[in-house]
């Protein structure tokens, strides 16, 4: 419907026009400004805002929207490139509530990454310009969200008065384009939110701080088809390290919230200006690097054209003006300069969200962290663009190769993201499993023969009686059963035939009645768990490693 309401100026004209022959208290449309009846429009989306933050559920999801999730819960994009893009260029967007303006954001940033899906690994180069006007625009927002925030005497903050220019100050409010009656629904739902909010810190966004450093190596390991494929197990070993440099030891107490102090929604739109940068940037520099030939890789030097490259990092160079303060920050400062005739602009973003993933790490808040990330991803793939290779960061391998091996192992944190089995090889396994139920009798007459036997000692009673138990369920599952059709279709959630798995269906016994799909639901969060704790657990031992190595070094 935005989408329409935005390319259409006559269908936004006839919908006033419907609403001039309505009830005053139920026009939709009628718009008392001109600006080419921006009103209607932003009716529309305040009315898809209001739907995603109108109970707690939505909230969970509002929250999980301002990730970049890749591959996760993958949607089409419910706004189109072009109009969507016009709406954010708006100046009337600079007013809008901080809420509403993230989960605008967000669905922006959902358009602009489509193309960088696995399922949809190809942006375009004819919309290079775009992607470059969205990552423009979001360094706009981002210096003026910072500069809001007052921080200019943090260790990631300012070093003195922003550009004017950059920050775009708006002198159009975004309440007088919408109706009075929805601007108080998106009041009262900002403010509805805030104990949502609270419910959401005390349940999931503060863990451990080892859970937060296993979670985002493991969302970067899930995300890894984004990295350049020349360099990719290089790329995942040096954000291993910088990863592991950005978890504070020396931060004291800076952090980016806190309770009381800090609104959540500015928390909220930060995070949905980190996605739109990350977005746009990738976007950008694939279509630098692969010139619309997926099989042919180009570097700054063989490049045809600069201009889009130079226009970038004079966008970049904006990062100069933030302080470089932290431990992390400082560290790569100092390896950088080992080469200093490299990244000489990209550097400075490098530095900045280094600093921003450190204190995130120390604020506890997990979609920070992972935005913060996402560009860095993106930063590995300009640097790899700018000189073909990863070598002012590689030395970070060598402070510790045993540490931080230089190959990848993502295979090892997360399962695989397609499971390439034949119906055959599914079948032989099916089948070892029922070898196995075979033994069913053997197992009861080794039951009967130690029964009879003097049993000496409790341990060796209770394992009997769960030999028995064992035998005996196993029978109770057997009584009423079938073939593992069932099973196939919550798998396949009912997108193959069934004459597809005929052959693999019949090796599978299924008892009648169970819910497997809640049980397959049940299986995923416990691997999805088990995950992220290997993760936590190799994290922890990689940390140990490192220390020794510090310490044989001094």
Known sequence: MADELLINRSLREYLMLVDSASCKNEALFTSHFSHGNIGSVLEVVSAHFLLSVFDEQAFDIFINRLIWQHDKDFRFPELSLTPVVSLLLNPIMLSAPKMFLAHFISLVSETIGFGMSPRNLRPDPRLMDCYLTVFERSLILYSRHMSSLQIDDHPVGSKGTANPCMLGRSQLNFDSYIQQDTKNKIDRAVLKSDDFWDSYLCNRIFGTKSDLVGGSILYMKECHHVFDESCRDEILSILDCIILRAFPDDVHDNVLYKKGETSPQDIYL????????????????????????????????????????????????????????????????????????????????????????????????????????????????????????????????????????????????????VDKKTSKKVASRFQKVQTLYLSVDSLRSFHQITQNDQVESSQNVSTLNHVKESTDGIEEETVETCNGEIFLNCILEGSGKSSEYNDVADFIECKQGKDYCGWLKDRQKYRKWKCQKMAVLRWKKKKKTWKSMKGREL
């Open 270 to 417: 930060l995070a949905s200006i980190l996605k739109l940068m990350s977005c746009s940037l990738a976007q950008a520099i694939w279509c630098l690097r692969h010139g619309g030939n997926l099989g042919c890789l180009k570097t700054l030097q063989n490049a045809s054209s600069c201009k889009e490259y130079d226009f970038m990092v004079g966008l970049i160079r904006s990062f100069q003006q933030f302080n470089v303060h932290l431990p992390v920050q400082r560290f790569l400062s100092e390896l950088m300069e080992n080469l200093p005739r490299r990244h000489k602009e990209s550097k400075w973003m490098l530095l900045h969200f280094s600093g921003l993933l450190s204190l995130s790490f120390n604020s506890g808040i997990n979609f920070l962290v992972k935005g913060c990330i996402s560009i860095m991803m993106s930063l590995m793939n300009l640097f790899a663009f700018e000189e073909g290779d990863l070598g002012s960061l590689r030395s970070l391998l060598g402070i510790g190769s045993e540490a931080f091996p230089p190959k990848s192992s993502f295979d090892e944190v997360h399962e695989p993201l």
